[in-house]
């Protein structure tokens, strides 16, 4: 299986800031990933896929980069709705998720 | 708009049995791939299943190979999943995905369904 690391498992932030958060795949997965916003209480929403396409509604404050085995998704100026959890996705073989990322007001 | 309601969710004893369903609308149902994945409570995602949209392809994670079994009714827009030999560590909200492209990433999610599995 592809194990997702993804780092960190939390952080405090304040409005406007920049937010980087990683995810390390065991393996080269080809740009075969996906990043997902979590509110609590409700289903995941899609953010990112194939590592850098923006999905349809979402702002263009969150980019998705990388390639081979490490991937990144940036918020570049943090807004009140973003104050979430963060998933990464691989699905290159099978589908594996990271651990998320809690992301806390400051 | 694309929706999709799950159902079937509850408490059950260990070694005992469910059925989960998902109820598909907005979106031409047989054209695409299903999942179900699940959330233990203050924990992670897990890809649970996968169905391709003729129900011909089907996988499972290794945690529930052999015990679950999804199906799907096309002309009746909706997933479904068995779930046999209940164990307390399937103790999660199970959610309803739909692929965006065939085997890729999910591009909607429905709002889950809770499962709990306790004596």
């Known amino acids: 299986d592809i194990q997702m690391t993804q780092s960190p498992s939390s952080l405090s932030a304040s409005v406007g800031d920049r937010v980087t958060i990683t995810c390390r795949a065991s393996?080269?997965?080809?740009?075969?990933v996906a990043w997902y916003q979590q509110i609590p209480g409700q289903a995941p929403k899609l953010l990112i896929y194939?590592?850098?396409t923006l999905a349809s509604g979402s702002p263009s404050r969150f980019t998705g980069s990388g390639s081979g085995t490490n991937y990144t998704l940036t918020i570049t100026s943090l807004q009140p709705e973003d104050f979430a959890s963060y998933f990464c996705?691989?699905?290159?073989?099978?589908?594996?998720f990271g651990q998320g990322t809690k992301v806390e007001i400051k | 708009e694309v929706q999709l309601v799950e159902s079937g969710g509850g408490l059950v004893k260990p070694g005992g049995s469910l059925r989960l369903s998902c109820a598909a609308s907005?979106?031409?149902?047989?054209?695409?791939?299903m999942n179900w994945v699940r959330q233990a409570p203050g924990k992670g995602l897990e890809w649970v299943s996968y169905?391709?949209?003729?129900?011909?392809?089907?996988y499972y994670a290794n945690s529930v190979k052999g015990r679950f079994t999804i199906s799907r009714d096309n002309a009746e827009n909706s997933l479904y999943l068995q779930m046999d030999s209940l164990r307390v560590e399937d103790t999660a909200v199970y959610y309803c995905?739909?692929?965006?492209?065939?085997?890729?990433?999910?591009?909607?999610w429905g709002q889950g369904t809770l499962v709990t599995v306790s004596s």
């Open positions: 194939a590592a850098s």
């Open positions: 996705q691989q699905y290159f073989y099978w589908r594996t």
């Open positions: 907005g979106f031409t149902f047989n054209s695409y791939t």
């Open positions: 995905a739909r692929d965006q492209y065939g085997w890729s990433h999910v591009d909607y």
């Open positions: 169905i391709s949209g003729a129900g011909n392809n089907i």
């Open positions: 393996q080269d997965i080809d740009n075969s």
